[in-house]
């Protein structure tokens, strides 16, 4: 009988002690915020198309979220801007034949984006930041093809980086 009162009061203490953590389960996105808008994507690179393919993978990954929703910008509670900077490619790895094994060249893309969060009718946004997105890919046969695979790829990498800051910025 004390065996299962000691359980009965270990077990009370522990849920207690549980429930006191204050966990949450839910969205972190400031709770004036219901609705965002994906608004002006300046490519100030000279590489194709990057803007309207930063603004698709902008809406993909707040979709993807779920945190707020996507909304017109007339209606919307919160817009997003951005800013291309910069797109820049390296080498990462050479080619070589090292131990009978042959490794091919690998090559790094990377986006460096400007955003902000604004919010109509206030003067100063509601969260400004930088995103760099980074993205690995292989010299193959059409290097011109891989090249803008990978710069997608990045700046797939840079939406996620803004959803993020934009969604749990609090």
Known sequence: ??????????GAAMSCLL???????G???HPQ???????????????YNLSYQLKQ????????DGSVELA????ADAIVFARIISVGYSEEAGRDWGDGVY???EWRARVVVEFSVIVPGEKTPLVSSQAVGISYFQAKADTDVMRQRAAMMACRDAAAKIVQSTVEAW
């Open 1 to 10: 009988m004390k065996k299962l009162f000691r359980l009965v009061i270990l």
């Open 27 to 29: 969205s972190l996105m």
């Open 57 to 64: 993978l902008l809406a993909e990954e707040f979709m993807t």
């Open 33 to 47: 915020i219901q609705s965002i808008a994906i608004g002006d994507i300046i490519n100030d690179t000279a590489e």
């Open 72 to 75: 017109n910008r007339r209606v």
């Open 103 to 105: 490794h091919p060249m």
């Open 19 to 25: 429930t006191a953590c204050n966990y949450r389960v």
